[in-house]
T-cell receptor, first 115, second 112 residues
Framework: KAGVTQTPRYLIKTRGQQVTLSCSPI?????VSWYQQTPGQGLQFLFEYFSETQRNKGNFPGRFSGRQFSNSRSEMNVSTLELGDSALYLC??????????????FGPGTRLTVL | GDSVTQMEGPVTLSEEAFLTINCTYTATGYPSLFWYVQYPGEGLQLLLK?????DKGSNKGFEATYRKETTSFHLEKGSVQVSDSAVYFC???????????FGTGTRLTVIP
């Protein structure tokens, strides 16, 4: 099976712009989660989507949003970019939800640089 | 709230040395515990996991035991290799949840 894919891999934007990142989960996986990785804050959970619905949300401002399509592919959007949004954005997919343990499979990430 | 405290790095070891990376957690309920590894320029890979108290996760010579009494999940390897050089993250998730809480990561460098 192909792994989790993320596009684009690298992105450069300027302050005030908006950006959309894409994630294709492993075939058959219905849960997609997003994480932000920065040197200062480490790895932080953004949100999770399951069956096109947001199931869980981290502590990020409303500028960060996401959605999931019927084929489980997911996008996240960041509006009005700030310098502090520069980070590696990781997507993870999981086969199901509601069991005791769900292994998450991570993509390679999208490196966003805000100038 | 849930949190993970991980040994600060970086850690530099000679090949074949013994490795321990400490990890302690705070959680309500019955979390699952994980160690992830991140190689340069790549995403995270699950190294090992434990889903209940006293479980021992193991993979590629690495081991960690879920200790509820000390709320710990320390990573160990008896003999490290240069190829083990990477950043290691301890993480937990609540029962049935998909969101992970990560530690700050520990960078390991193994020198020949």
């Amino acid at each position: 099976k192909a792994g989790v894919t993320q596009t684009p891999r690298y992105l450069i934007k300027t302050r005030g712009q908006q950006v959309t990142l894409s994630c294709s989960p492993i075939s058959g996986h219905r849960s997609v989660s997003w994480y932000q990785q920065t040197p200062g804050q480490g790895l932080q959970f953004l949100f999770e989507y399951f069956s096109e619905t947001q199931r869980n949300k981290g502590n990020f401002p409303g500028r960060f949003s996401g959605r999931q399509f019927s084929n489980s592919r997911s996008e996240m959007n960041v509006s009005t970019l700030e310098l502090g949004d520069s980070a590696l954005y990781l997507c993870a997919s999981s086969p199901n939800a509601g069991t005791s343990y769900n292994e998450q499979f991570f993509g390679p990430g999208t490196r966003l640089t805000v100038l | 709230g849930d949190s993970v405290t991980q040994m600060e790095g970086p850690v530099t070891l000679s090949e074949e040395a013994f490795l321990t990376i400490n990890c302690t957690y705070t959680a309500t309920g019955y979390p699952s515990l994980f160690w992830y590894v991140q190689y340069p320029g790549e995403g995270l890979q699950l190294l090992l996991k434990a889903t209940k108290a006293d479980d021992k996760g193991s993979n590629k010579g690495f081991e960690a035991t879920y200790r509820k009494e000390t709320t710990s999940f320390h990573l160990e390897k008896g003999s490290v290799q240069v190829s083990d050089s990477a950043v290691y993250f301890c993480a937990l998730s609540d029962y049935g949840a998909n969101n992970l809480f990560f530690g700050t990561g520990t960078r390991l460098t193994v020198i020949p």
